[in-house]
């Protein structure tokens, strides 16, 4: 990471993946402000790591940036995402496609464009997203969840060429099965965790803090395109995941 890099921001930053973050890059010496709707979490991560609390729905990018007006942000962590539901597109709610495709896709797009002409300016800065394997291979029951997936992805390659010659990076982080709160709406009766994690061997958000760490902390000239990680008991492709046994 590049001893100039001093602020990062971190979206969905009160729960799983992003909760993890938060207190890593704080490890690291960074200003973090982070952004969450759940106030009573924002002020838990505070107080345990002293990142700067923004209150705020993703998608509302007005709010998040009047919070942070005048801040030179070094690095965004693009986060926070949803998976309201999984049916078969033809069952699916209209209003569930919207909500996927403006939280997963059009929220990080459009921060995005607040923040990097600032690093685009000060030729320097790191842009990272956590993206999922279900936009790299097709799911059942995830066709609009994939297709904002998979949209993310293409935005970062099509990041990477507008960006030559910058120095802002661009990383994204696509995680197979990890135990967080993604799927609680998505599965009914609250049957998540019997159904995805009892008995198996997800990933842990931790795991992911980890891979992001060491991805800002190479140096500045090299940048991580691309990481996917997996289980080590789950296939890559189709989401089949077995439970392991041990010897």
Known sequence: MSDANRVAVVTGATSGIGEAIVPMLRGRGLAVYAVGRNAAALAGLAERCGAIPVEADVRDTARIAEALAGVAVDILV???GILSTRAAFQDIDPA???AMIDV?????????????PGMVARKRGHLLYVGSSGGQAPYPNMGAYGASKAGLSLFCDN??????GTG??????VPGRVQTALYRTSLPGDQAKAVLYDGYRPIQPENIAQIVHDVI????HVDVARVEV???DQATGGGTMVKFEAP
Request: aromatic share 6%; with cysteine; hydrophobic share 50%.
């Open 104 to 116: 997963n896709l059009k929220a990080p797009m459009h921060l995005t464009r607040v923040f990097l």
């Open 168 to 173: 802002v990076r661009v990383s994204e982080i």
């Open 96 to 98: 569930e496609i919207d």
């Open 78 to 80: 693009n986060n926070a």
């Open 217 to 220: 902390a190479l140096p500045a």
């Open 230 to 232: 997996f289980p080590t």
């Open 159 to 164: 990041l990477r060429c507008d960006l030559l």
